[in-house]
């Protein structure tokens, strides 16, 4: 009996060989909406560690990693940064560098950090930024914590921290990004410009079919052929090829392309749109990120344009900045009119301070 059942194991494959395939069908998932299930969730996002602190709705390591991921994710807020940077004037408790990691922490992560350095009698010396990617909320809301890992914390002192956040609609213990809708477009361009740039370092992908049905070719003729095509690789490749054939017919040698003038096309569609996704999610006219206009009409007046950007976007955001003077009691978040050299002033009223 054992040595039948070897016997039937060992036919098996090769009856299955065989046997004619079949068609094959299948279908795909379903469409995943945002609005699915996962939202029964939103309620508990910001869990608690211990009796310590919460963790965040999302991973601030997974944003800090997706910054980098994509140009046109990161460009636009490197142009925020600057535009703050440019009109900050400077407190003799704040610096400018802490002021610019204020604003990426706060364009990245929507949450930023500002720390109060005080001397034993009570003066304040001066403000610190801690880096928002390691801090968290205490269960007590006003206490704050430095978590690099399960055994690297440090609490602050008691309200010496204040948090400024871009408001969350499921919770209120983080903040969150704004551009968190166009992360998909992100992860999707870096992957793309990925594929291709392996496709491009591999050298071994296919990239046409060299067809031949003349009947005036000899085996010879073909080996050489064969032989020349081998050799056109590593090095020096690209060569021209020369092929003669006598009394040869129309259409007799063909060169048929594999997947690279589809694959080039769709490289660029998916660059373009989630190019567009992600200028749409930052607000940042393509003007102000050195973009190159696919028309003939340009994009328009670039006065213009950052004139609206400054109204529409880099006001509000001092605003939003100029809370930590409601907390200090003391002015330190200062800034001077956005103006151009060269262009008129976006707007003749004095700023707000």
């Known amino acids: 009996m054992s040595k039948r059942r070897r016997h039937s194991a060992k036919l098996a494959p090769v009856e299955a060989a065989q046997a004619p395939a079949g068609v094959e069908a299948f279908t795909f998932g379903d469409p995943v909406s945002v609005l699915d299930r996962r939202e029964l969730l939103d309620y508990v996002e910001c869990l608690p560690v211990g009796n310590k ?10 944003l800090a990693r997706s910054f980098r991921a994509a140009v046109h994710h990161s460009s636009p807020i490197y142009v925020k940064r600057n535009i703050l940077l440019k009109t900050f004037r400077p407190h003799p408790l704040l610096s400018r560098s802490a002021f610019e990691r204020l604003v ?26 801690p880096l928002a990617k390691y801090m968290r909320r205490g269960i007590e ?8 890992g399960w055994k690297d914390e440090h609490e602050f002192p008691r309200g010496s921290v204040f948090q400024l956040m871009s408001p969350d609609i499921n919770q209120e213990i983080y903040g969150l990004p704004e551009y968190l809708s166009a992360l998909n477009a992100t992860w999707l361009n870096e992957s793309a410009t990925l594929f291709r740039r392996r496709y491009y370092k591999n050298g071994s992908h296919a990239g046409f079919i060299l067809y031949m049905t003349d009947a005036a070719q000899s085996q010879d003729d073909v080996n ?13 490749n690209f060569r021209n090829l020369f092929m003669y054939a006598p009394s040869g017919k129309k259409d007799g040698i063909q060169i048929i392309p594999v997947a690279e003038v589809a694959a080039k096309d769709e490289f660029w569609n998916i660059k373009n749109v989630t190019r567009d996704d992600q200028l749409a999610a930052h607000r940042v006219p393509p003007q102000l990120l050195g973009l190159l206009p696919n028309n003939t009409g340009g994009f328009g007046d670039v006065g213009k344009a950052a004139a609206v950007f400054a109204a529409n976007e880099v006001e509000p955001m ?32 004095p700023p707000i301070r």
Do not use: C, H, M
């Open 53 to 62: 602190y919460y963790d965040p709705p999302l991973s601030f390591d997974g």
């Open 104 to 129: 990426i922490d706060l364009e990245i992560f929507g949450n930023a950090y500002v720390q109060e350095i005080t001397a034993r009698t009570g003066k304040l010396l001066q403000l610190d930024v």
């Open 141 to 148: 809301l006003d206490r704050y914590w430095f978590v690099r």
């Open 224 to 236: 050489a052929l064969r032989e020349a095509l081998k050799n056109a690789k590593g090095p020096g």
């Open 318 to 349: 001092q605003q939003r900045l100029r809370s930590i003077n409601d907390w200090l009691g003391e002015e330190v978040i200062r800034f001077d009119p956005y103006t151009i050299p060269g262009l008129a002033e976006p707007s003749a009223e």
